[in-house]
């Protein structure tokens, strides 16, 4: 079993940024793919950004151009440097394993961390 420890979050104004961390407690990141998540209140948890176990990078399209996913295999680390943020941002962030495709249903492979809270508003 994998554990995963978010953090960076916090509150931000609009058009303000933030950089979440994600650090695994085993080297996996250069075998694995690895998703960021988000769920925001009284939502379903969806999938934001990933980065494949080569280092490929993918965003959704409510974050793309905003979001970017990094990685220090080093650090075992994974990283979400969020910019231009909006209040639709709001949320809580996550990280796992996805199994299936890059940014499809939500099925992950260990169990969730506490993830880290985002809050944007003025």
């Known amino acids: 079993q994998v554990h995963f420890v978010e953090s960076g979050g916090g509150l931000v104004q609009p058009g303000g940024s933030l950089r979440l961390s994600c650090v695994a407690s085993?080297?996996?990141?250069?075998?694995?793919?690895v998703n960021w998540y988000r769920q925001a209140p009284g939502k379903q948890r969806e999938a934001v950004a990933h980065?494949?176990?080569?280092?490929?990078?993918d965003h959704s399209d409510s974050v793309k151009g905003r979001f970017t996913i990094s990685r220090d295999i080093e650090k075992n680390t994974v990283y979400l440097q969020m910019n231009n943020l909006k209040p639709d941002d709001t949320a809580d962030y996550y990280c796992?394993?996805?199994?299936?495709?890059?940014?499809?249903?939500?099925?992950?492979?260990?169990?969730w961390g506490q993830g880290t809270q985002v809050t944007v508003s003025a």
């Open positions: 796992n394993v996805p199994l299936g495709p890059a940014l499809g249903p939500v099925v992950v492979r260990f169990d």
């Open positions: 980065i494949s176990s080569s280092g490929s990078t």
């Open positions: 085993e080297g996996i990141l250069a075998y694995v793919a």
